[in-house]
């Protein structure tokens, strides 16, 4: 689905540090322009950690930047009153936006939940199955939505809810950041959809832990994200691979093999 190797992710700023704002673009705009340049496509998640930033979109306006429909993927998420969702999503359709991987959300007291009704959903909350299905029945052919799949989760109740995912449309699918070969992984991709594999390029690995909701295992041995990136080449070949806490003063050469192949080429 993706003719690139690597997505990478790319934070917006965030909106409480208003005197900084022209930097932070500026920062957004030449990480934007990097990513791009190098062959990657590029991920820009949705408020992450219950922190309000500048929408995906209003970013790329605000500094002018060039609009790739087949590079960029916006997240957006459950944590919108409905009025903004449906901006939102005008916005997205105007500017003829192609990827949207849509996710529940980290949500938080300084964003606010959207009604679970306005969306025709049958529960007390937004899900992202709900979400899902109101993108595309709303905008029914102009999207290629996406949804999350978290392996550290219990099975079959996570693999059900992902088929549920796809039932409401979802053609990707984006893991949580793995070790390794992960055998939850590996069941899904009997589904036949297209798998982004998630790498996390830190080595905080303790940070890593907490944002997959997973024990760390004190007896594994010492993380090293580009051994572990090449790890995932080889057991998941065909899957792109979603770059999370990519350092972006690396050479990124000489850590992402797919680009080093590419320049050879």
């Given at each position: 689905?993706?003719?690139?190797?690597?997505?990478?992710?790319?934070?917006?700023?965030?909106?409480?540090?208003?005197?900084?704002?022209?930097?932070?673009?500026?920062?957004?705009?030449?990480?934007?322009?990097?990513?791009?340049?190098?062959?990657?496509?590029?991920?820009?998640?949705?408020?992450?950690?219950?922190?309000?930033?500048?929408g995906?979109?209003?970013?790329?306006?605000?500094?002018?930047?060039?609009?790739?429909?087949?590079?960029?993927?916006?997240?957006?998420?459950?944590?919108?009153?409905?009025?903004?969702?449906d901006?939102?999503?005008?916005?997205?359709?105007?500017?003829?936006?192609?990827?949207?991987?849509?996710v529940?959300?980290?949500?938080?007291?300084?964003?606010?939940?959207?009604?679970?009704?306005?969306i025709?959903?049958?529960?007390?909350?937004?899900?992202?199955?709900?979400?899902i299905?109101?993108?595309?029945?709303?905008?029914p052919?102009q999207?290629?939505?996406?949804?999350?799949?978290?392996?550290?989760?219990?099975?079959?109740?996570?693999t059900?809810?992902?088929?549920?995912?796809?039932?409401?449309?979802?053609?990707?699918?984006?893991?949580?950041?793995?070790?390794?070969?992960n055998?939850?992984?590996?069941?899904?991709?009997?589904?036949?959809v297209?798998?982004?594999i998630?790498?996390?390029?830190?080595?905080?690995?303790?940070?890593?832990?907490?944002?997959?909701?997973?024990?760390?295992?004190?007896h594994?041995?010492?993380?090293?994200?580009?051994?572990?990136?090449?790890?995932?080449?080889?057991?998941?070949?065909?899957?792109?691979?979603?770059l999370?806490?990519?350092?972006?003063?690396?050479?990124?050469?000489?850590?992402?093999?797919?680009?080093?192949?590419?320049n050879?080429?």
């Open positions: 689905m993706f003719n690139f190797p690597y997505i990478v992710e790319l934070l917006s700023p965030k909106r409480s540090d208003e005197d900084n704002i022209d930097g932070n673009l500026d920062r957004f705009a030449l990480r934007y322009n990097q990513i791009i340049e190098s062959g990657c496509g590029l991920s820009i998640p949705d408020n992450p950690m219950g922190q309000p930033r500048l995906a979109l209003e970013s790329i306006e605000l500094r002018n930047l060039s609009f790739l429909r087949d590079k960029v993927v916006v997240n957006l998420n459950t944590f919108h009153t409905k009025k903004e969702l901006g939102l999503l005008e916005k997205a359709a105007s500017a003829d936006l192609k990827y949207m991987l849509v529940r959300g980290d949500g938080g007291p300084l964003l606010p939940t959207l009604d679970p009704k306005s025709n959903g049958q529960f007390s909350v937004a899900t992202s199955i709900d979400l299905r109101y993108i595309n029945d709303t905008y052919d999207f290629v939505t996406g949804a999350a799949f978290n392996p550290f989760k219990p099975m079959p109740v996570e059900n809810r992902l088929k549920q995912k796809l039932s409401a449309g979802a053609r990707f699918v984006v893991t949580q950041p793995i070790v390794g070969k055998e939850s992984v590996s069941q899904i991709e009997m589904l036949g297209p798998l982004v998630e790498a996390w390029m830190s080595k905080n690995i303790d940070l890593f832990y907490k944002s997959v909701g997973k024990e760390k295992d004190e594994a041995e010492p993380f090293d994200p580009v051994d572990n990136l090449k790890t995932l080449h080889k057991f998941y070949p065909e899957s792109c691979v979603y999370s806490m990519l350092g972006f003063k690396q050479n990124w050469q000489d850590i992402l093999p797919r680009l080093s192949k590419m050879r080429k």
